[in-house]
């Protein structure tokens, strides 16, 4: 007896929360031969969605009706768009993402960092000299700007907060630049891992609204994996014949996934995408 399996429409609807319409204008537009889910064109673009989903994963101090704050992702070649939920969530995003320096101390957020362009009902942000593109949209003109005021009134004390982002809006400043050199060289160890490992944050970014079927097993964090396939009815193990368990150290985190074998057209280069989180040294 023959298997119904979901076409590559629906399953990008699958794993990342976009309508069948808007799933099949986008794919549309693809060139031919790239996969449904396309991977980020640039390696720059790949480390800000990695940098992105970190962030999305260990700011979460608000209550959110999607896991990550996130409705629906549209993943593109050269770009990505985040469908946020709520003013606040999207509050939260914006302050941990903008750089803001403090004397004395790191930069706060994603050096370079920018606004760069604010449209109906949404923001794009991009890192000044780098072709990357991160739309977050979801909400009104207006509801944006409520969003930057509530995060610099709510969180950010003025009086020893640089905001980076705010006053110098095309450049990037000092103590950004120092913070790169010192922290973000490309020679340095700690960059060259981020950088090898930035295809796994960017990848399950691209597929964000799997994590609404993927389950904590642990207590606390999570303490092992679980994964949903759309044309299965129970969810494989690591044991399972037909699936492989592979562990990945990023950005200083223990990253145990689950890759599994099989001709699914909406699998690409990255076929599980909710990991387990562990502290572990990102030299071990």
């Not at 097993?217 to 494989?236: D, K, L």
């Given at each position: 007896?023959?298997?119904?399996?979901?076409s590559?429409?629906?399953?990008?609807?699958?794993?990342?929360?976009?309508?069948?319409?808007?799933?099949?204008?986008?794919?549309?537009?693809l060139?031919?031969?790239?996969?449904?889910?396309?991977?980020?064109?640039?390696?720059?673009?790949?480390?800000?969605?990695?940098?992105?989903?970190?962030?999305?994963?260990?700011?979460?101090?608000?209550?959110?009706?999607?896991?990550?704050?996130i409705?629906?992702?549209?993943?593109?070649?050269?770009?990505?768009?985040?469908?946020?939920?709520?003013?606040?969530?999207?509050?939260?995003?914006?302050?941990?993402?903008?750089?803001?320096y403090?004397?004395?101390?790191?930069?706060?957020?994603?050096?370079?960092?920018?606004?760069?362009?604010?449209?109906?009902t949404?923001?794009?942000?991009?890192?000044?000299?780098?072709?990357?593109?991160l739309?977050?949209?979801?909400?009104?003109?207006?509801?944006?700007?409520?969003?930057?005021?509530?995060?610099?009134?709510?969180?950010?004390?003025?009086?020893?907060?640089?905001?980076?982002?705010?006053?110098?809006?095309?450049?990037?400043?000092?103590?950004?630049?120092?913070?790169?050199?010192r922290?973000?060289?490309?020679?340095?160890?700690f960059?060259?891992?981020?950088?090898?490992?930035?295809?796994?944050?960017s990848g399950?970014?691209?597929?964000?609204?799997?994590?609404?079927?993927?389950?904590?097993?642990?207590?606390?964090s999570?303490?092992?994996?679980?994964?949903?396939?759309?044309?299965?009815?129970?969810?494989?193990?690591?044991?399972?014949?037909?699936?492989?368990k592979?562990?990945?150290?990023?950005?200083?985190?223990?990253?145990?996934?689950?890759?599994?074998?099989?001709?699914?057209?909406?699998?690409?280069?990255?076929?599980?995408?909710?990991?387990?989180?562990?502290?572990?040294?990102?030299?071990?």
């Amino acid at each position: 007896m023959s298997v119904m399996r979901p076409s590559a429409d629906l399953l990008r609807c699958y794993y990342t929360g976009e309508s069948v319409q808007q799933v099949q204008r986008a794919i549309g537009l693809l060139k031919p031969g790239t996969p449904p889910i396309p991977t980020a064109a640039s390696k720059d673009q790949q480390f800000l969605e990695a940098r992105v989903f970190v962030n999305l994963l260990e700011f979460r101090n608000c209550y959110t009706r999607y896991p990550l704050g996130i409705a629906a992702v549209n993943p593109e070649p050269n770009g990505i768009t985040l469908q946020v939920e709520s003013e606040e969530r999207a509050a939260e995003i914006l302050l941990n993402l903008l750089p803001t320096y403090v004397s004395d101390q790191e930069v706060h957020g994603v050096p370079g960092l920018r606004i760069t362009r604010r449209e109906l009902t949404a923001v794009e942000l991009r890192v000044l000299g780098t072709s990357t593109r991160l739309r977050l949209a979801g909400l009104p003109a207006t509801v944006w700007r409520k969003a930057v005021a509530r995060m610099i009134s709510k969180w950010i004390d003025p009086t020893p907060a640089f905001l980076c982002w705010k006053s110098s809006p095309r450049t990037w400043t000092e103590a950004e630049s120092a913070h790169r050199a010192r922290w973000e060289g490309p020679d340095g160890k700690f960059t060259q891992i981020q950088r090898r490992g930035a295809w796994l944050g960017s990848g399950m970014l691209r597929r964000a609204a799997l994590s609404r079927r993927s389950s904590d097993v642990g207590h606390g964090s999570a303490a092992g994996c679980s994964a949903e396939r759309p044309s299965c009815t129970e969810c494989p193990t690591p044991s399972s014949p037909t699936a492989i368990k592979v562990a990945v150290k990023w950005l200083g985190w223990s990253c145990v996934l689950l890759t599994f074998v099989g001709r699914d057209p909406g699998r690409t280069t990255l076929l599980v995408l909710w990991p387990t989180l562990c502290s572990v040294s990102p030299y071990a």
